[in-house]
């Protein structure tokens, strides 16, 4: 079984357009995250989320907007996409926000290919 | 800034040999955990090793160890018995503290290193 899984894979849409990534765990974590990396492979935390409430949230443009309706869900909305957010989305899991200590866990990642 | 730094951006080895990667960082934390991550071309990202910064001996995991040098804030790769399923991108990571002191499990990742392994 997928520990972290997320659809879909590969996500290739027009500029402009408003596109969604689901993510599940399935490890019992308490903690999600959203990262995107770049076409440099850097990689970069964009949001977490600590039992469905937002808990980071690192200077991100309004146009993405997660949501959690639960504890092992967390989706990645991305309104009126642009060339500039063309990359490889990736969430993790951990099981709780213990500070610098907790192991994160990573979903298989979506590439998002905006035209 | 809390930063961490592979100055390494490809290595390669030859298969059953040994390969070490670099990574440094920098913190004012005392209590923290470092991670190795692979990423093959399939993009998936998998924890290698982690090491607890409280512990005076070095992880390993099978092929896999590290060398801490906690007060050169150094923790390097070493990988034994180099095999081909081995070729990837290795990500060092450190959870980055905020302003307040605490991290929200804000990991902070290296450039990456890219790893072939040669038959």
């Known amino acids: 079984d997928t520990a972290v899984s997320q659809t879909p894979k590969y996500l290739v849409t027009q500029m402009g357009n408003d596109k969604s990534i689901k993510c599940e765990q399935n490890?019992?974590?308490?903690?999600m995250y959203w990262y995107k990396q770049d076409s440099k492979k850097f990689l970069k935390i964009m949001f977490s989320?600590?039992?469905?409430?937002?808990?980071i949230n690192e200077t991100v443009p309004n146009r993405f907007s997660p949501k959690s309706p639960d504890k092992a869900h967390l989706n990645l909305h991305i309104n009126s996409l642009e060339l500039g957010d063309s990359a490889v989305y990736f969430c993790a899991s951990s099981q709780d926000l213990a500070v610098g200590t907790d192991t994160q866990y990573f979903g298989p990642g979506t590439r998002l290919t905006v035209l | 800034a809390q930063t961490v730094t592979q100055s390494q951006p490809e290595m390669s080895v030859q298969e059953a040999e040994t390969v070490t990667l670099s990574c440094t960082y920098d913190?004012?934390?005392?209590?923290?955990?470092l991670f190795w991550y692979k990423q093959p071309p399939s993009r998936q990202m998998i924890l290698v090793i982690r090491q607890e910064a409280y512990k005076q001996q070095n992880a390993t995991e099978n092929r896999f160890s590290v060398n801490f040098q906690k007060a050169a804030k150094s923790f390097s790769l070493k990988i034994s018995d180099s095999q081909l399923g081995d070729t990837a991108m290795y990500f060092c990571?450190?959870?980055?503290?905020?302003?307040?002191?605490?991290?929200?499990?804000?990991?902070?990742f290296g450039q990456g290193t890219i790893l072939t392994v040669h038959p």
């Open positions: 913190t004012s934390e005392n209590n923290y955990y």
């Open positions: 990571a450190f959870p980055n503290p905020n302003a307040g002191g605490t991290s929200y499990g804000k990991l902070t």
């Open positions: 989320y600590n039992n469905k409430e937002l808990i």
């Open positions: 490890l019992g974590h308490d903690t």
